[in-house]
């Protein structure tokens, strides 16, 4: 199933399947590794929503959730 990394409950993982947004925002997600084929779990979310927490490649990394939206994945239904 897809889903966009904005919308996920904490706990939950998925495997990057494309990044999508404009030029800058993606060529920023692309710096920080956030690529096609990466697992990612998220590990926390602000009260209001933004930012997210997720893990990533092994380190821990804080999206907006603009940002995060940009991500689409594929979760284990």
Known sequence: MEKKLNEFSIGEKGIIKSVSGEGKIRRRLFDMGVTPG?????????????PLEVTLRGYELTLRSSEAACVVTEVDA
Do not use: T
């Open 38 to 50: 990466a697992s990612v779990l998220l590990r926390k979310k602000a009260p209001l929503g933004d």
